[in-house]
C-alpha cells in the first residue's frame, strides 16, 4: 500500500470528516446507462478471494482439496510466467481459505521465483517475508492483504517497464484460476446463488480485447485461451439462470487452460 | 566584488522559485488523493472489510463526472471511498446497477473532499460507479477512488 503523504494533514482531516459525516446529497434514482461509454475500460479485476468469499458465504466448502501441491513448470517465456504468476497468487488465495501455513509460505517463495523470471522479483521479497510471517501468526487476514500487494507490486513493476500486457496476463491467469475453483465448487453442490457468481461477461470482455492485442506473443496456449473464452462467453452472459449443464461445462474448459498454464504440454 | 545584499535579480529569482514550489504543492496529484480515499477507508479495516491495492484515479473539471464499470459479486458488502486532495472541493460517489437504478445503501455519505457509497448487490454482475466533482476552487481536481469488501 503506498505511503500516507502528509499524515498530520490527514489526521486532521480524518477527524473533521468523523465529526461531520454526512448523508450523500440526494442523487438521481436512475440513470441512463445507455448514454455511458460501453467500453471496458479501467477495470479492477476481482480478486479470486473476493469470489471465494461469497461462495464460502452460500455453502461450506472443503478448501483443503483445491491447495495445489504441484509446483508446476519452469518457463522461460515471459508471458507463460505472467499467467502462472497469477494462477499462483491465486492458489495463494486458496491456501487461505484452506488455512494451510505451510501452503501459503511455498507459495510466497514461488511467488518470488516466477517475479524474478520476469525481473520483477525485487518488489516482491518484502511481500513474500510478510506472507510467511503471517501465515506463521496464522494471521489470515494479513496473508490475503499481502497477496493483493504482492500482485499489486508485480503489475506496477511491469507498468512501469511497459510490460503492461504481462500484468494483464497475471491478472488472467488469476482469474482463470479463481474460475476453475469456483466452477469446481459450484459444480460439485450445484446451487443458483453459486453459478450467478459466474455472470462476469464484462470482465470476460475485458480480457478479450486485451488478449486481442498481444498479437507479439506467438504462444499457443494464448490462442486457446482466445477460443476457450468465445465458448465461455454465451454460457454467462444470460439473463436467465446459469445453468448446471453450462458450469459443467465452464468446468471442463477452465480447468483444461488451467492445465495448460502450468505444464509444459501446450 | 559581489555586494553584501541580495540584488533584485537574487529576490527575484527567489519569489519564481517559491512561487514555483507553492503552484506546484497546490497542485497535489492523483496520490495524493489515493492517500486521502485510504484515509476514508481506514475505520472500515477495523470492520473487516479488506481494501483493494487497485484503485482508479484521474482529474475532472467542476461539475463534470466519470463512471466506471466494476464486477461486484452477490454476497459480499462493498463500500466505495472517494478522496481528493483538493480540501475546499465537494466531491460525490453514487452507485447504480446495470440498468441505471441507484443501488446504493442509505448510509453511503458525502464531505467536502470526501465521500463513500456502501452496497450490497442484489445480484452478481456489472455496475457503474460515478464519481463527480460538485464544487472546487480548482480548474481540474484530482480524485481517486478505493473499494473494499467483506
Keep these: 500500500m503506498r505511503l500516507f503523504v502528509k499524515p498530520f494533514l490527514l489526521g486532521s482531516c480524518m477527524l473533521v470528516l468523523l465529526s461531520f459525516v454526512a448523508p450523500a446529497a440526494e442523487p438521481p434514482r436512475r440513470i441512463d446507462v445507455g448514454r455511458l461509454s460501453r467500453t471496458v475500460e479501467d477495470v479492477v479485476v476481482p480478486l479470486p478471494n473476493e469470489i471465494f468469499g461469497a461462495l464460502n458465504k452460500l455453502d461450506s466448502v472443503n478448501w483443503k482439496e483445491f491447495v495445489r501441491t504441484n509446483k508446476g513448470t519452469n518457463f522461460t517465456e515471459r508471458p507463460r510466467i505472467a499467467l502462472l504468476l497469477g494462477a499462483v497468487i491465486a492458489d495463494g488465495f486458496i491456501a487461505v481459505q484452506a488455512e494451510d501455513a505451510p501452503s501459503v509460505k511455498e507459495i510466497g517463495q514461488r511467488v518470488v521465483a516466477l517475479a524474478r523470471g520476469i525481473g520483477v522479483g525485487n518488489s516482491i521479497v518484502p511481500h513474500a517475508k510478510a506472507i510467511t510471517e503471517a501465515a506463521d501468526r496464522r494471521d489470515w487476514g494479513a496473508v490475503r492483504q499481502e497477496l493483493d500487494r504482492t500482485q499489486n507490486s508485480v503489475q506496477q513493476a511491469m507498468n512501469e517497464v511497459r510490460d503492461e500486457k504481462l500484468s494483464q496476463l497475471v491478472s488472467l491467469g488469476g482469474w482463470l484460476r479463481g474460475t476453475q475453483v469456483l466452477t469446481s465448487v459450484v459444480d460439485r453442490h450445484f446451487s443458483a446463488d453459486g453459478a450467478e457468481l459466474l455472470h462476469q461477461p464484462d470482465l470476460l470482455e475485458y480480457f478479450q480485447c486485451k488478449l486481442a492485442n498481444m498479437p507479439e506473443f506467438n504462444i499457443p496456449l494464448l490462442g486457446q485461451i482466445q477460443s476457450s473464452l468465445v465458448e465461455v462467453k454465451p454460457l454467462i452472459n444470460v439473463n436467465s439462470p446459469i445453468s448446471a449443464a453450462s458450469v459443467k461445462k465452464i468446468k471442463q474448459i477452465t480447468t483444461r487452460l488451467d492445465e495448460g498454464i502450468v505444464t509444459r504440454t501446450q | ?150
Design chain 2, 1 to 150: 566584488m559581489r555586494p553584501p545584499f541580495p540584488t533584485a535579480r537574487h529576490i527575484a529569482i527567489l519569489f519564481v522559485v517559491v512561487l514555483s514550489l507553492q503552484v506546484a504543492a497546490s497542485r497535489g496529484s492523483v496520490d495524493d488523493a489515493h492517500s486521502f480515499a485510504l484515509q476514508s477507508a481506514e475505520p472500515y479495516v477495523k470492520e473487516g472489510y479488506q481494501v483493494r491495492e487497485d484503485y482508479w484515479g484521474g482529474d475532472l473539471g467542476v461539475g463534470e463526472k466519470k463512471a466506471v464499470r466494476q464486477q461486484l459479486f452477490k454476497g459480499n458488502d462493498y463500500w466505495f471511498w472517494m478522496g481528493s486532495e483538493v480540501e475546499r472541493s465537494k466531491i460525490s460517489v453514487h452507485v447504480y446497477d446495470a440498468d441505471g437504478k441507484l443501488a446504493e445503501q442509505p448510509d453511503s455519505w458525502q464531505k467536502g473532499h470526501f465521500a463513500a457509497a456502501h452496497l450490497i448487490p442484489k445480484t452478481t454482475g456489472s455496475y457503474f460507479i460515478i464519481v463527480a466533482v460538485e464544487t472546487s476552487p480548482e480548474e481540474r481536481t484530482h480524485w481517486a477512488l478505493v473499494y473494499g469488501f467483506k
